[in-house]
């Protein structure tokens, strides 16, 4: 009497990264006697000997055959192997490869916007979400958080504001290679450094990326000067008032201001 075994994997070609999937495990004794201990060694997807998995199967007697289930889920994306072995007593031992393709969605974004910018002046920033993955992302949201102080002037369409410094979009997915353009006006009015950070995530958390677009805000100070005149005209020897005003429009104090007032000939200032 001599045992034999042969074994093969069936299930999907094609998968999703973390996506469970089901396979079966066939397990054959063609021989004319038992299999005796007989291990099944599996090696999921993408795994290497550290993840190798045992399960005791037992005698396998001579024309039966076992089949095992096996929900197994791929943790890396691109070209995998589910490799599974068995063996038993006797030195007997084969082996069985399924290839696999594992799709990834990926979730990534970019920008572009000013690198300097004057205080109490609008700045416009332009975002960029794309997905360079293999597979479609699930729904996903943006979230533009603005910097202190600064305040919302426009955005794209169908954007809510959520409080008073962030703006969000709810999104459908992406496919493969797709990209989506977004933009946001505001005014920058804290001088110094002032962050924007844009931030996609699928609604089941498992894309993410973010970036932040750093803008320098310079303030500076805006003078104007307005005199007002007296009313109608005034009697020879009479006084007359005149109204000088100093106002700063800018964004920064004005130091050291000097007003200097030149009188025609025949007016004295009093």
Not at 186 to 196: F, M, T, V
Not at 251 to 258: G, H
Request: proline content about 7%; glycine content about 8%.
């Amino acid at each position: 009497q001599e045992p034999k075994l042969n074994i093969a994997i069936t299930g999907p070609g094609d998968v999703l990264y973390g996506t469970a999937q089901r396979y079966q495990l066939e397990l054959r004794n063609p021989g004319t006697g038992p299999a005796e201990d007989v291990i099944i060694r599996l090696t999921p997807p993408g795994g290497g000997e550290a993840d190798k998995i045992n399960h005791q199967i037992g005698t396998v007697a001579a024309g039966s055959h076992r089949t095992i289930e096996l929900e197994l889920v791929a943790r890396e994306a691109g070209q995998l192997a589910v490799k599974a072995a068995a063996v038993a007593v006797g030195g007997l031992e084969v082996e069985t490869v399924k290839h696999v393709t594992c799709r990834k969605p990926e979730i990534e974004v970019d920008y572009r916007g000013p690198e300097k910018k004057y205080a109490g002046t609008t700045a416009t920033y332009y975002f960029r979400i794309r997905n360079p993955g293999a597979a479609s992302t699930s729904d996903y949201v943006v979230d533009v958080r603005l910097p202190p102080d600064a305040k919302l002037v426009a955005a794209s369409e169908g954007h809510e504001v959520l409080d008073a410094s962030t703006v969000r979009w709810q999104a459908t997915p992406l496919g493969p290679g797709q990209e989506q353009f977004l933009q946001v006006r505001c005014s920058l009015n804290r001088p110094g450094k002032n962050a924007i950070t844009v931030t996609a995530e699928s609604l089941d958390e498992a894309l993410r990326d973010s970036k932040t677009c750093t803008t320098a805000v310079v303030a500076v100070a805006d003078l104007k000067l307005e005199v007002s005149d007296p009313k109608g005209p005034a009697p020879v020897g009479a006084d007359a008032l005149y109204t000088l005003r100093v106002m700063n429009r800018g964004t920064t104090s004005a130091s050291n201001v000097n007003v200097v007032a030149m009188f025609s000939s025949g007016v004295d200032p009093i």
